[in-house]
């Protein structure tokens, strides 16, 4: 597989400095870390959640557990809960299930990204298969989404 035609054209026409990797099929975040070498701190899983039924993409730490609670509270909403597979399978055109990019600018999507992820210098996420990864500097992503930022993630025991 490689990157999708819609997330390459866009991360080219930015000029941003991005590294592509193909690795064998992973499925969990954890996996992704493994194959790709990478702290669990380091990479960035995709979280979709409906917050009073929008679409809302979770950002954090693939060493996490999303805190829905915590997102509830940054997110002003009554109710939050995970997203089921059909209920955002066809907002991300191109992209297999499940690994989808943290871009939700490029999808209309609101995103959020943990604070955690902000220490890290670089983050590694999919790149719309299960075998690309793209890694590229924290302040290049944050540049590019404009994510809103808060505290909704919490380690792994």
């Given amino acids: 597989m490689s990157i999708p035609r819609h997330i390459k054209e866009y991360l080219d026409s930015t000029h941003v400095s991005y590294r592509h990797s193909i690795h064998s099929p992973a499925y969990t975040a954890q996996e992704i870390a493994h194959v790709q070498h990478v702290s669990g701190k380091q990479l960035a899983k995709t979280v979709m959640v409906l917050a009073d039924k929008e679409l809302v993409m979770a950002v954090l730490p693939?060493?996490?557990?999303?805190?829905?609670?915590?997102?509830?509270?940054?997110?002003?909403?009554?109710?939050?809960?995970?997203?089921?597979?059909?209920?955002?399978?066809?907002?991300?055109?191109?992209?297999?299930?499940?690994?989808?990019?943290?871009?939700?600018?490029?999808y209309h999507v609101a995103v959020w990204v943990d604070e955690a992820l902000h220490a890290n210098p670089s983050l590694v996420f999919n790149a719309g298969s299960h075998s690309d990864t793209i890694e590229m500097s924290y302040a290049d992503f944050e540049r590019l989404v404009r994510p809103r930022r808060g505290r909704f993630a919490a380690l792994r025991h």
């Fill in 62 to 106: 693939a060493s996490h557990r999303l805190d829905l609670d915590a997102l509830k509270k940054h997110l002003g909403a009554r109710k939050v809960r995970l997203a089921q597979e059909d209920e955002f399978e066809k907002a991300f055109p191109g992209c297999e299930l499940g690994a989808m990019p943290p871009l939700g600018n490029l």
